[in-house]
């Protein structure tokens, strides 16, 4: 039930899993940041989130996003992390900073071009479908040198990293591996030297799996259920 759902304490016991994962994977717990998922879920939960000093929210849509900017009116890190169709983008550049679900050249030109118009750069990070799941958005492994060439040249927008929608799973561990692979691949691609691109973020890792996800080396963790309880759809 939605009403008995504890936000501060819920941020208090993620917080702690995070630090307990940073402490066995040795990584330090300021290397690793939370996003608070909050699609679907009401402002009045998000100001909670606010007073725990949680900063860093995701969204996964573009009118919920605006909707909720300017409900709450203070400047906080707003995530995109779903799909986004083109149409779209002028609402999302420049209220997200942080554009983690970008699949093709052709959503990264609209970006660009978005920016552009903003006089912006926008960060952005590559989706990856580690697991070439059909049902899921994101490049294949193998397309990802490319795209990172073919958008290396943009002007105004700067790739960050690789993010990725793992499997759903009973038991977290079955995913270590496709974290472990796209940790590989941003190390990879960062090899290569390519103009303009360093990657220094990983967005692994959801409220089924973002211990192991920490332990494989997410720099970004993306919370929902785990914060806030069960979604309901209306
Ligand atoms: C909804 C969503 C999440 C959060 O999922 P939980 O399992 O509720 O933590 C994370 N990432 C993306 C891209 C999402 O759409």
Same mark, same amino acid.
């Given at each position: ?32 940041? %939370? ?71 052709? %959503?990264?030109?609209?970006?660009? +071009? ?20 059909? +049902? ?15 958008? +290396? ?82």
């Amino acid at each position: 039930m939605c009403s008995n759902v504890n936000v501060t304490e819920n941020i208090k016991n993620v917080q702690e899993r995070i630090k307990q994962a940073c402490l066995r994977a040795d990584r330090n717990p300021s290397e690793v940041t %939370l996003i608070a998922v909050s699609k679907t879920k009401p402002v009045s939960m998000i100001e909670e989130c606010i007073e725990n000093g949680i900063t860093v929210f995701g969204e996964n849509k573009a009118q919920e996003l605006t909707r909720k900017i300017e409900a709450i009116g203070r400047p906080l890190d707003w995530h995109f992390i779903g799909h986004l169709q083109r149409n779209k983008v002028k609402y999302v550049v420049g209220n997200a900073c942080l554009i983690h679900s970008v699949d093709s050249v052709r %959503l990264a030109e609209a970006i660009n +071009s978005e920016a552009e118009k903003k006089n912006i750069v926008c960060d952005i990070l590559a989706e990856v479908n580690v697991a070439d799941e059909e +049902s899921k958005f994101g490049l294949a492994k193998e397309e990802v040198h490319d795209f990172v060439l073919q958008i +290396s040249s943009f002007k105004n927008i700067k790739l960050r990293g690789l993010m990725t929608i793992a499997p759903y799973v009973e038991d977290s561990e079955e995913n270590r591996l496709y974290f472990r692979v796209l940790r590989n691949l941003l190390i990879d691609i960062n090899s290569k030297n390519i103009d303009n691109i360093n990657m220094d973020v990983l967005s692994m890792g959801m409220t089924g799996d973002y211990e192991v996800a920490i332990e494989e080396g997410a720099t970004m963790v993306r919370v929902g259920t785990g914060i806030f309880g069960d979604r309901h759809y209306a």
